[in-house]
Each structure stands twice: as C-alpha cells, then as structure tokens.
C-alpha cells in the first residue's frame, strides 16, 4: 500500500512523526507536508502565489518534501504533478495528522487536517484524518498511532464511496485504555469565543482569539461524547454542504419571482 | 434591518461596493472585511496572530472596517466582540460577496465568500454568500446586486433554520435577461488541476496551480446547471459532513473490534 502522510502542524510537528512510523509498518510512505504549522488554515488552496517545495531529511527518521502552502496544497500538488514528475507511486490513501488537537463538531469546518483528507476524495483517493484530543503540553500520541495502523488498512480494503472521508479522533490515553471504537456523527458543540483587546507598545489596540470549548451533552451518538467515553470516534464525512431538507422546504414554500 | 457586509476579496473590491449600494437601499449597513484579497481562503480562522482593525473611509462612497485576517475572521471578530466595543448593533443578516467567480460545486469547499456567510450561521445569525459566475475582467455585478435587494428580506422574513446559510450564484447578465430563479443543490462538476512548473532566475523550480472547470452535464437540479440556463441559483448549505447514508452503513456492516 502506498501511502500519502500530510500534517497541518508541519513537517517538523510531533504528530506527523507518530503517524509516518505507524505508517511504515503498513505501507511504504510518502511525506509531503506544510513547512510551518498551518493550523485552522480551513480548505485553503494557495492560487496567488507559486509553491516551492523542500527536501527534508528529518533527524534521520524520515525524508519528506516540505510544502510553503497549506495542507490541501500538499495534497493536491503530490497527486496532481509532484509525484509523477519525481518518478513516485500515486497513493491508495491519503493520511494526515495527528493532529494535536480534537477535530470533532464545529472544529471540523476550520481543520487543516481534515482538508487534507478531503482534498484527497476530490482527486478520488480515499483520505483518513487523525487527530487526538488533548491540548496537553506533551500529547500521548500512542492511541491513536496504533489505530492508525489497524484501520488504515480495514479501511483500503472496505474503501469508501466516492467523496467520503473518514475523521477519526482518538482520546489521550495509551491503546490499552481504549473503551472501544464508536462511529459516530458530527456533534454540536461550539466554542465561547470571544477576542482579548489588547494594547501594543504604541498603544495601538490589536485583538487576539481566545476561547473555551463548549461540550453539548446527551449527543450520544456523536463525536465528542464517544471521546468523553474514552472511546475512538471514527465519523464519515463528504464536502456535499447541501442541506437537502431545507431545499425540499424552499422547493415547496419559497416564492420563485422576484 | 441591521446587516453586514463582507467580501473575501478584500474591502476595496469592486464586489463588495456593488453589494454595500444595494443593502443601503434596505438597511443599515456595516462593512468589515479583509485588508487585501483572500480567495480560496476557506474556513480559515487567524489563531496564532492578533488582528488588527483599520478605519476605512473607501472614495467617500463608505465607511468601513478593516482587518488584516480572512473573511471568517471579519465575521466572528464584529459579531463576538468588536460591534459591542463601538457601540454598534449586531447584524440582523451577515451578506459576503459579491464575489469575482462562481462559488458552485466543490468550489464551494475552498470559498472564502461562502465561509464568511457559514461563520454568520455558525454565530446563530443568518448569512448569505452572493456570487457572480464570471472571470471577465470587466464583471457585470447587476443582476446580483438587483437581486441581493429582493432576497435578503425575503430571507429576513423567511427566516433560516439553525446551521443554514444561503449560497447565491448569478450568471453576468443585465437583470432584465435573468431567466428566473432556482432553489438548486451543489453539484458535482470539478477543476481539472495541475501545476504549472517553472524556473525563477536563480533556476529553483516553483509550482504554480492552474486548471479549467469541468462541467459535469445533466445534473438539472444542481448550481451549475441554473447558471448554464441564464438562472440565479440559490442553495442552502449547512456544515453537518456527516455522510449519513455512509455512517448507516458502516454501523450496520464495518467491524467495531481493532
């Protein structure tokens, strides 16, 4: 199996590290990653500005190609052109993460990490994002790194329906603390944002992101609440955004001339 | 009617001056939007930088505010805190647009226009992304803005269901020739990429994205169709991905043991 690994923390996260030795236990590997941490980056493709690539050999544990784009750019530019101009296989499967970080409910709309795997089911390739649900200082990767490598395959031998993903989210506890696999739709929870005005040394104000993470309770078949029951959370996902039961109330009730 | 209005091509786009004159016809009007261009941005909300905000006061045609992040940025920044700070009403209606380009089928996935209408919902508020099916050099805005006038307080009046936004899409035509209007889904036509490479002047290869659209045909109740039949399209989008038909499947048939 030849697989694609991308992280939008960057070639140099943590995370990514996890997920390509779990990886090359599997398949052979291909890296092609976000040079710098690309993080609530959404689905962005990079269209103004050329795209370089760099080789990195990193601490000796992997070579990869580094990106100065987003992680929907790395995608897209090994599938499309890098890959066949450099003489290397085309992926059966897209993996990115792990990302530091839950991308379950709202999240999901802003995760560079699962715009990677969705960019991936645009080009027709099945793509897994892997993300762990922890903002602890030093992660425990080791979970989700262990189902990475028993699903990776379940998944490339079931494969997926065209434009579907899988999300995966993993809590913070070592393998044999897992309560078991749930799958899963996508919660409601949301954050409490608001932005912190603060004052620079000019005393010119500027605004700053900060917030809490809000846990909607009872959604007992989502994402969140499977993470709560120390389980993994595996959710299919598709980028068709229409809301198919509102179109049947407009078809039905909407006015038709303005 | 209290609205605001944003555009992912930034504040001094002709798009958005196009759409602020038609919303001042109908409400008080507030515009925030980006500095610069921020096309096929995506979700993108800016976390690892502070904003900024600068008064804009744009040919003596209006005021406005500008920040130097994406279009979601602009959208949750005036709604959660800065509105509040200036004394300013919330918006009863967010609009984004109108922008330089369809926002159709999977365009929609990388569209900056549409995340900015989705930040509005995610926020509980009504949003409408307005876009024009065009890349000519010269677009013709009016049949968008024209409609814009009518279906904002139809939409107000209507009133959205939690989640639900509005993607609009207009063909560059005078008013007069629109052909009616069509509640639509997103439908399946796709960008035939690749990467041009080129050499800089020290020859170091880059990358540079182009491609043409592939019009998937006989889709007849989807986006691109309404468009081709000289139609605006309306669709609403929500930002459930579950893929539920798949999640049915994978309960019913995929293994829960790893």
Chains 1, 2 share one sequence.
Not at 60 to 68: E, H, I, L, R, T
Request: glycine share 8%.
């Amino acid at each position: 199996m030849n697989i694609l690994v991308t992280h939008d923390d960057g070639i140099n996260s943590a995370g990514i590290g996890h997920l390509v030795e779990a990886m090359k236990t599997i398949g052979d590997v291909i890296v092609m990653a976000p040079l710098g941490e690309q993080s609530a980056v959404g689905h962005a493709l990079t269209v103004t500005l050329p795209l370089r690539v760099h080789e990195i050999n990193r601490d000796g544990s992997f070579f990869g190609f580094a990106v100065d784009g987003t992680p929907a750019d790395c995608v897209t530019l090994a599938m499309r052109t890098f890959l066949a101009e450099k003489g290397l296989p085309l992926p059966d499967v897209v993996v990115s993460g792990i990302n530091h970080g839950r991308n379950t409910a709202v999240n999901i709309i802003y995760s560079g990490t699962v715009s990677a795997a969705t960019e991936a089911t645009v080009l027709d390739c099945p793509g897994i994002a892997f993300s762990l649900a922890s903002y602890n200082a030093v992660p425990q990767f080791g979970a989700a790194a262990e189902f990475a490598k028993r699903f990776v395959p379940y998944v490339d031998a079931q494969g997926l329906t065209r434009g579907t993903l899988m999300n995966v989210n993993a809590p913070p506890l070592p393998w044999e603390q897992i309560a078991g696999i749930e799958y899963t739709r996508q919660g409601s929870s949301f954050w409490e944002d608001t932005f912190e005005r603060r004052l620079d040394p000019m005393q010119r104000p500027y605004y700053w992101l900060k917030g809490s993470y809000h846990l909607v309770k009872g959604e007992t078949d989502c994402d969140d609440y499977a993470l709560h029951q120390k389980m993994i959370s595996v959710t299919p996902l598709h980028y068709d955004l229409t809301n198919h039961k509102f179109l049947e109330a407009m078809r039905n009730g909407w006015r038709q001339d303005f």
